[in-house]
């Protein structure tokens, strides 16, 4: 019910809000952050303080919240010691995200959050997707409205791999990818950079990528976990050469371990100013990733074209 509704607004060129970051929310209201889980462990260790994220971010308009899952990858959670906790994590965070729809008494879908955190190249793509279909699979079971494929700062073939994955799973399937521009040639490129002080990781070039990965996910394709310029430039670029339905929704600030910060200085109208270009542009689901919180999903939920939905 709640993604055909979502569907009917896409088809009728509305604009869709998503959530903004789950983590930095989560570290400001003063939840525990793990060292490797980051705020995966949240859910578990702090479920209200999860729930009261989710909250806001429904009051603040969003039509779409996340699960807390990006860092509760099965591939992630072995890695750090965690394996026999993989299906209760990933339960509980669809479970809050649940809660805090049903006490909205709104029409929120609840996307779940699947993601290639953890993912380490070096051991091949094979070898990542018993991960992948059992997040999937977990997500799915417990019933989340939609799946989103965190494959942020992941490597063309990583992303190819998520999406092959995806394919079998019977839930409208979102992808988000993150971009980056290559300072010796100005182009726009598949990659990420997300630490002033880290190497820039550039993968290939935008336009291939989006050829690519639209020859096999046909689902709408986000730009996500990118700098706010490069963002608008992604959509563009995408725009041309995508069909389907595009969104956005870019980190603001960067992270400077082991916290993000907030350096960007734009205000939340600032940021509604930046969202509209974007749909002008051509995209239609428009929110926040890392350093993007409940301020700036209240502004651009100024979007929508009916404001009471
Ligand atoms: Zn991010």
């Given at each position: 019910m709640t993604y055909n509704l979502i569907k009917q607004r896409l088809e009728n060129n509305d604009t869709i809000i998503l959530d903004g970051a789950i983590g930095a929310e989560l570290e400001k209201k003063g939840a525990k952050m793990h060292k490797d889980l980051w705020c995966g462990t949240c859910s578990v260790e702090s479920p209200d303080l999860v729930?009261?994220?989710?909250?806001?971010?429904?009051?603040?308009?969003?039509?779409?919240?996340?699960?807390?899952?990006?860092?509760?990858?099965?591939?992630?959670?072995?890695?750090?010691?965690?394996?026999?906790?993989?299906?209760?994590?990933n339960k509980k965070s669809v479970q809050i995200a649940k809660d805090a729809v049903k006490n909205s008494n709104k029409d929120i879908a609840v996307a779940g959050s699947v993601s290639t955190f953890g993912s380490l190249y070096k051991f091949g793509t094979e070898a990542m997707k018993p991960g992948f279909k059992e997040q999937l699979k977990i997500l799915s079971g417990e019933g989340v409205d939609l799946i989103i494929l965190e494959a942020m700062s992941s490597q063309a073939d990583i992303v190819e791999t998520i999406i092959e994955c995806s394919q079998e799973s019977k839930l409208p399937v979102w992808l988000s990818i993150s971009c980056i521009i290559d300072d010796k040639t100005n182009k726009v490129?598949?990659?990420?950079n997300d630490t002033i002080d880290s190497d820039t990781n550039i993968y290939e070039d935008f336009e291939t990528s989006i050829n690519n990965f639209s020859k096999i996910h046909k689902g709408p394709i986000l730009i996500a976990h990118s700098d706010i310029e490069v963002t608008g430039q992604a959509v563009k670029i995408a725009k041309k050469k995508f069909n389907g339905v595009l969104g956005a929704?870019?980190?603001?600030?960067?992270?400077?371990?082991?916290?993000w910060k907030f350096v960007d200085?734009?205000?939340?109208?600032?940021?509604?100013?930046?969202?509209?270009?974007?749909?002008?542009?051509?995209?239609?689901?428009?929110?926040?990733?890392?350093?993007?919180?409940?301020?700036?999903?209240?502004?651009i939920s100024k979007l929508k074209k009916n404001q009471n939905v």
């Open positions: 729930k009261k994220v989710h909250e806001e971010y429904i009051l603040a308009g969003a039509d779409i919240i996340t699960t807390n899952t990006y860092a509760t990858t099965p591939i992630g959670m072995k890695q750090y010691g965690f394996e026999d906790q993989i299906n209760e994590f490129m598949l990659g990420y929704y870019p980190n603001r600030g960067h992270y400077e371990k082991p916290h200085n734009i205000t939340p109208s600032e940021y509604l100013e930046k969202a509209r270009s974007w749909v002008e542009d051509g995209a239609q689901i428009v929110g926040g990733c890392c350093g993007v919180g409940v301020e700036e999903i209240k502004a």
